[in-house]
């Protein structure tokens, strides 16, 4: 790999403001016993109030093996987003059957006869097989199936005064966690389109507060499996509320290659104006979380060592079927896909952020690899998470990822700048480790040494942070990058930076190129350009690992060594932390095992940083 180094610097702790903005923590995603396949996999108890005790530190009870917990370092902000098909429906017919169904007979003796099949197997363990035969089939065509609206079982009747009995109280939960400045309860909920096993969730979150959320009820799938008709109920309700939404694609790994298509859903060709539509609501997109990472597939990046990370070649549908890694299911590959279709309608659809969330169904924010407690509430102990989902070569408890984090880049901790700062992509995502990123890119950087704030102001003055445009090249120079990556105080050191550039050319062709662009311990690239890797401390026998190796900050100012002036590209930041066990060896070693068979031991966590789109002038 070719790469050029300009300037390594030591730079400015993290924690210090640049532009007067500060580095918030949090999760946008996060199920409570509120949603249906939450409680069907043993979260019986645990609401929104015990969302945000834990995020913000406070010890809590554990739903299913009851046992006290407490978050390592807590959050800055909190999205409860619970499903709203079904909201609170399967929790309200297992404690309470009929009772409060204002309907007829039948109505009423379905609720009751599923809320006694609901006790039976939850109580017996098997919750789960129930939440399975309310999924596609693997065999459906996912556009056929967006077209023959399915939702769930004919035994449940509509049960729409829980779900906004609920959904009130949710509201209304996160206006009492609320405390602007501290820490902020954003609300939200989540589409759950999944036509034919095909993943086209979205999480919905708001700047606006209980009183302005009692006035509409969520979007769900059984109003429409089309994500265009989402963003249509988006521009509704905000045009009735005066409030801000947006809508974040998450699991894009397991989309069947739909998330990041080239035509609509319904088969329609993608236009300039449903693009803009799609980019104005979608500004960014979640690319880590416990079902796995969606950067990209060595499938797609063969010459990206570093690909295939935290896989989950796992379908949500009845059956199993091969997992074909797709161009419009992995990010990297949507933002060049994004590059062509701009080319073509004038507008970029994929024109995304980068952030992480855990989507935890357990109520808890947990994505400490030493502190996971699984995805479900089921798989919390190490002894469950060698059981499969339903079918043989479905997935287990250590097939889940312990990530990811939604790092923000906020004038102020509220709602309001929060939102603000998604909507212009200054954010980025972890795997779990909060690993601090800085960025600017631009044409005129300065070396940024002395740790002051006026020194970031003045390369904030200079360039555009992650998520911003470079519109016009100055002649003679290719774009710089300044970057400052830190490690988790509580962490592990850095083995390396990386910038990843992604371009199309005159043909229309596009092409990515991976740079190592700063590294600890003074290795250096062989012959052809290829950094040694940075070793590994990990003892596989005890799970200890030692901070020996790596670096705790790692800087540098880069400038692109093949710019073309002519040619739209994007550059993000990938920072890669030293090896560390992974939480699937730590539970082997409890059960006195050697290894979690068929599992990685280590792995080595890594940030995400929004891109940077560089344009040809006029």
Known sequence: MRQRLLATVLLLPIAVCAQEKTLLWGDTHLHTTYSSDAFANNNLLADPDTAYRYAQGLPVVHPYHGARLQI?????????????????????????GSEGLNSGLVDRMKASFVGWLLKRRVDAGRGRELFVTVLPKSTDNPREAAATLRVGST???????????TWKQIAETADRYNDPGHFSALIGFEWSSIPGGANLHRVVVTDGDAKSARTYQPFG???SQYPE???QWLATTANETGDDFIAIPHNSNISKGYMFDETMLRGEPLTEEMASVRQYWEPVAEITQIKGDSETHSALSPEDPFADFENY??????GVSEYVPAVGDYLRPALLRGLQLESALGVNPYQLGFIGSTDSHTSLSSAEENNFHGKLATDSIPANKTNRWAEEEGPNGWAMSASGLAAVWAESNTRESILEAMRRREVYATTGPRIGVRLYAGFNLPVVGADSAEDWQAAAAAGVPMGGELTAAVQGQAPQIIVQASRDPVGANLDRVQVIKGWIDAAGQTHE???DVAWSDERQPDSAGVLPDVGNTVDLTTGKWENTIGSPRLATLWQDPDFDPAQTAFYYVRVLQIPTPRHSLLDALALKLTEAEGIPSTLQERAYTSPVWYRPGA
């Open 313 to 318: 070649p796992h379908y949500i549908q009845q």
């Open 513 to 515: 190129q991976v740079y």
């Open 72 to 96: 390592e370092t807590p959050l800055d902000f909190l999205v409860v987003s619970d499903h709203a098909e079904y909201m609170g429906v399967i929790r309200h017919l297992y404690y309470h």
């Open 221 to 223: 799938l059984d109003d």
């Open 229 to 231: 008709d989402l963003w």
């Open 155 to 165: 035994m449940i009747p509509p049960m729409l005064a829980v779900e906004a009995d």
